[in-house]
C-alpha cells in the first residue's frame, strides 16, 4: 500500500483530504517530519488561507526544501488549492511573494468587476491536455472552487486542465512531470475529484513498484 | 458558468436527524452520517446540517457528527444552529466543516459576520435568515430564534448589510413558503437576489421538481435547498436534477 504524506504546516484542516486518500485504499500521513515526507510514495500540499502566510510557515518549519527535495526526488508531489498556487514562482495576493517556484508563473487577483469574487462552487474542468495519466478513463465534468487568485502558467504545456469564469478560461489543473496541482478540491468534488485523487494516487504506486 | 446547486438540509437534534414542519413537529428521520454518506451518492452539491439541540450535550455531539461527516462525504458542507462565538466557528471548521451558518447570533452582534469573514474568510461565513411578509410594511421581516422572534428588521437591509460585513452567502428561508409544499417564495427571493452580489440559498416551500426550476430562473438563485422532500423520498435529487438539465440549467 502506498503511503501518502500529506504536509501538515499549520494552514487548514486537513482531516478531509486524508479521509480522501484512505478512501481510495492508501495510507495517509499527515506530517510535519522531514524524513517521514522524504520516505513517502507521495506528497500531497494541501493549503487554505493567504500565499505569504503559507510561504511564511513553510519557511518557518524549513518544510519548503523538503517538499522541493521530494519533488526533485522525483516524487509525485500534488498541490491543492492554495498548496497549488504555491509551486508556482510568484504570487501578488497581499503583495508580491515568492512561491516554492516548481512551476513558472505567476498567481494573480481575479479583477472581478462584472462577476463574483471569490470564485466559489461547482465549475466545469476542461481537459487541455487528455492525454494526461490524470484523466485516465475520465470524463470532463463539474469540480468545487473556492478562490479569489488564480495562476498564470508560463508554458501552455503545464496546462492541464482549465473552466471558464469571469469570462475567460482559469487554470484548474496544471502539472510537469511528476509535480501536480489542483485549483479546485478534489476532496470536495463528489466522484470526478475522487477519481481525479485515485489517478494521482495510482502515480505513487507506480512509484512504488518501480523502486 | 457555475451549476445551480441542490442542497438537502439535515436538522439534527442530539445528534439524531429530524424534520419539523412549519418548525414544529419533530419526527426521527435517522442517522445524519449515514443520511449524508447516501445524499452525497446521489448527486448532492452541498450539505447543510442544522443543529437544533438545546443542551451542551448535544452541541458537543454536533462536532463528533461533524467529524464523521467530513470523513464520509466528498462534498462541500455547512454547519448552522446556535453558533454565537469565533471559538464554536473555529471547532467546527477544524472538525471538517466547510462554511458555518450563523442566524440569531449574527442579527444579535452583527460584528460577528466581519470577525468570522476575516479569521476564516467570507466563504466560510453564510448568513442564514428566516423572512415572513409583514403586511403593515409592505415588506419582509427578519425573525430570530428558529422563527420565533420577529427582530423589527427589514430583511432587504439586512442581507445588504450581511453581504456588507463580509458575508459569503445568505441561506434564505421564507416562512411563509416553509412547510406548505407550494413551492419556493419566488418573490422574497428575487428581492433578496436583486438586492446583494453574494450568492443566495432559497428555501422553504419546495414540493415538486419544477419548483427548483422556478426559484433558478425566476427566483434568481443561485442554489435550492430541501429536507422533507429529499427525506421522505417524495423526489430524488437525480429526479430534480434530470428536470432541470432538460430545460437547460447548468447543473453539475
Known amino acids: 500500500m502506498a503511503t501518502i504524506a500529506i504536509v501538515d504546516y499549520g494552514m487548514g484542516n486537513l482531516h478531509s483530504v486524508a479521509k480522501a486518500v484512505e478512501r481510495q485504499g492508501s495510507e495517509a500521513l499527515v506530517t510535519s517530519d522531514p524524513s517521514a515526507i522524504l520516505a513517502a510514495d507521495a506528497v500531497i500540499l494541501p493549503g487554505v488561507g493567504a500565499f505569504g502566510d503559507a510561504m511564511a510557515c513553510l519557511r518557518d518549519t524549513a518544510l519548503d526544501a523538503v517538499v522541493a527535495q521530494a519533488a526533485a526526488n522525483g516524487k509525485p508531489l500534488l ?16 503583495g508580491d511573494h ?11 487577483r481575479f479583477t472581478g468587476g462584472t462577476y463574483k469574487v471569490p470564485h466559489m462552487g461547482w465549475n466545469r474542468l ?6 494526461s495519466p490524470l484523466f485516465a478513463g475520465l470524463d470532463e465534468g463539474h469540480v468545487y472552487f473556492v478562490h479569489s487568485f488564480h495562476a498564470l502558467p508560463e508554458r501552455a504545456s503545464d496546462l492541464l486542465a482549465v473552466t471558464e469564469y469571469g469570462g475567460g478560461p482559469v487554470t484548474a489543473i496544471v502539472g510537469r512531470d511528476n509535480v501536480y496541482g489542483m485549483q479546485f478540491h478534489p476532496e470536495k468534488s463528489g466522484e470526478l475529484g475522487m477519481q481525479l485523487l485515485r489517478n494521482f494516487l495510482k502515480l505513487a504506486e507506480t512509484t512504488v513498484r518501480v523502486s | 458558468m457555475l451549476a445551480k446547486r441542490i442542497i438537502p438540509c439535515l436538522d439534527v437534534k442530539d445528534g439524531r436527524v429530524v424534520k419539523g414542519v412549519n418548525f414544529v413537529n419533530l419526527r426521527d428521520a435517522g442517522d445524519p452520517v449515514e443520511l449524508a454518506a447516501l445524499y452525497d451518492r446521489e448527486g448532492a452539491d452541498e450539505l447543510v446540517f442544522l443543529d437544533i439541540s438545546a443542551s451542551v450535550e448535544g452541541r458537543a455531539t454536533m462536532i463528533e457528527v461533524v467529524r464523521q ?10 454547519v448552522g444552529g446556535g453558533i454565537s462565538h469565533i471559538d464554536d466557528m473555529k471547532r467546527l471548521l477544524r472538525a471538517g466543516a466547510d462554511k458555518i451558518g450563523i442566524n ?7 460584528q460577528l459576520i466581519s470577525d468570522g469573514a ?3 474568510g467570507s466563504q466560510c461565513i453564510v448568513v442564514a435568515v428566516d423572512a415572513k411578509f409583514n403586511d403593515a410594511w409592505g415588506e419582509w421581516e427578519v425573525y430570530t430564534h428558529g422563527g420565533r422572534t420577529p427582530s423589527g428588521i427589514r430583511a432587504l437591509e439586512w442581507v445588504r448589510e450581511a453581504e456588507r460585513l463580509g458575508a459569503g452567502e445568505i441561506l434564505l428561508t421564507s416562512m411563509d413558503a416553509d412547510g406548505t409544499k407550494d413551492g419556493f417564495d419566488i418573490r422574497l427571493t428575487r428581492a433578496v437576489s436583486e438586492s446583494i452580489g453574494i450568492p443566495v440559498i432559497a428555501s422553504g416551500g419546495a414540493g415538486k421538481k419544477e419548483h427548483f426550476y422556478d426559484v433558478f430562473t425566476e427566483g434568481k438563485a443561485d442554489a435550492g435547498l430541501a429536507a422533507t422532500i429529499f427525506h421522505y423520498k417524495e423526489m430524488t435529487i437525480q429526479e430534480v436534477k434530470d428536470d432541470l438539465l432538460h430545460k437547460g440549467v447548468e447543473i453539475r
Open chain 2, 104 to 110: 440569531t447570533a449574527a442579527v444579535r452582534n452583527p
Open chain 2, 118 to 120: 476575516r479569521k476564516f
Open chain 1, 79 to 94: 498541490g491543492i488549492c492554495l498548496g497549488m498556487q504555491l509551486l508556482f514562482a510568484r504570487s501578488e495576493e497581499h
Open chain 1, 98 to 108: 515568492e512561491g516554492l517556484g516548481l512551476l513558472p508563473g505567476r498567481v494573480v
Open chain 1, 126 to 131: 476542461r481537459f487541455e491536455q487528455p492525454e
Open chain 2, 69 to 78: 461527516t467530513a470523513g464520509e462525504i466528498a462534498i462541500p458542507f455547512t
